[in-house]
Nanobody, 117 residues
Framework: QVELVESGGGLVQPGQSLRLSCAAS??????????MGWYRQAPGKERELVAT???????NYTDSVKGRFTISRDNAKNAVYLQMNGLKPEDTAIYYC?????????WGKGTLVTVSS
């Protein structure tokens, strides 16, 4: 079992930055098949992938955030981060941390990001 806790959400103006953090209850990257990532769900829309990072630091981003968002991890802290720069109103959503651990998927409860002037 893995527990994931997100933090760092908030209200910002367009163009500003936020850094989201996801703390896992134990190490995820002890198996090369495990992946961690961030997803988001905007009001009235389906949950979508934002970014993922693998055991070997291979990253993947959805097209709409490429060049603006950066996913990273800290194995010592069992944490994954999402640095979000140049935020846009369309980035407004609840952001969820996800871990694929030995084939099982775990989700955090989410953190709200609101981008508005």
């Amino acid at each position: 079992q893995v527990e994931l806790v997100e933090s760092g959400g908030g209200l910002v103006q367009p163009g500003q930055s936020l850094r989201l953090s996801c703390a896992a209850s134990r190490s995820i990257f002890i198996f090369r098949g495990n992946i961690m990532g961030w997803y988001r769900q905007a009001p009235g829309k389906e949950r979508e992938l934002v970014a993922t990072i693998t055991w070997s630091d291979v990253t993947n981003y959805t097209d709409s955030v490429k060049g603006r968002f950066t996913i990273s991890r800290d194995n010592a802290k069992n944490a994954v981060y999402l640095q979000m720069n140049g935020l846009k109103p369309e980035d407004t959503a609840i952001y969820y941390c996800n871990a694929i651990d030995y084939g099982r998927s775990y989700w955090g409860k989410g953190t709200l990001v609101t981008v508005s002037s």
